[in-house]
T-cell receptor, first 108, second 113 residues
Framework: RKEVEQDPGPFNVPEGATVAFNCTYS??????FFWYRQDCRKEPKLLMS???SGNEDGRFTAQLNRASQYISLLIRDSKLSDSATYLC?????????FGAGTQVVVTP | NAGVTQTPKFQVLKTGQSMTLQCAQD?????MSWYRQDPGMGLRLIHY???????DQGEVPNGYNVSRSTTEDFPLRLLSAAPSQTSVYFC????????????FGSGTQLSVL
């Protein structure tokens, strides 16, 4: 079993709609959590960190559920430019684990 | 500020050939690492280094060598390329003081025929 798992998608989302997806992790010692955005096999770029209390950055909201060991990302008012693959990353004492990514396709 | 510079962007090798992927960063980061990315597998750590002269194996080190003679450079060597090494490779660095952010190079798409 992979340490970090994501639904590969694709999630097809009409422009303006809301989409949410999760990332589950198996290592209960994971301390830090992040969401990255990756376009067309380019390098991943940090989208946001995920804090215990949940956090928001514009149209993006990240949540952490330690009890069930998953993090989530919600995108509101989806834009065409949000089409990308979203990777999650966990950090356990300096050991980074990435998920395989969730593809989001925003359609006009 | 160039950040993390990775070369080449594309490379085609024949089985058994050797090559070096170059990675350089100008941010004085202690930590540097190499990942490979394959469909459905996510980013997997090949080798990493926590400072000049120090390297260690990651999740998938077989078939790859690294060295860290300077803080700036962290080359990845394929001694005898195999088709299983066809992948996209990313170099990444981070500053231990600002632990969160990994800075990635732009990637190398490698095909081994």
């Amino acid at each position: 079993r992979k340490e970090v798992e994501q639904d590969p998608g694709p999630f097809n989302v009409p422009e303006g709609a809301t989409v949410a997806f999760n990332c589950t992790y198996s290592n209960s010692a994971s301390q830090s959590f992040f969401w990255y955005r990756q376009d067309c096999r380019k390098e991943p770029k940090l989208l946001m960190s995920v804090y215990s209390s949940g956090n928001e950055d514009g149209r993006f909201t990240a949540q952490l559920n330690r009890a069930s060991q998953y993090i989530s990302l919600l995108i509101r008012d989806s834009k065409l430019s949000d089409s990308a693959t979203y990777l999650c990353r966990t950090d356990s004492w300096g050991k980074f684990q990435f998920g395989a990514g969730t593809q989001v396709v925003v359609t006009p | 500020n160039a950040g993390v510079t990775q070369t080449p962007k594309f490379q085609v090798l024949k089985t058994g050939q050797s090559m070096t992927l170059q990675c350089a960063q100008d941010m004085n980061h202690e930590y540097m690492s190499w990942y490979r990315q394959d469909p459905g597998m996510g980013l997997r750590l090949i080798h990493y280094s926590v400072g000049a002269g120090i390297t260690d194996q990651g999740e998938v080190p077989n078939g790859y060598n690294v060295s860290r003679s300077t803080t700036e450079d962290f080359p990845l060597r394929l001694l005898s390329a195999a088709p299983s090494q066809t992948s996209v490779y990313f170099c990444a660095s981070r500053d231990f003081a600002t632990n969160e952010k990994l800075f990635f190079g732009s990637g190398t798409q490698l095909s081994v025929l």
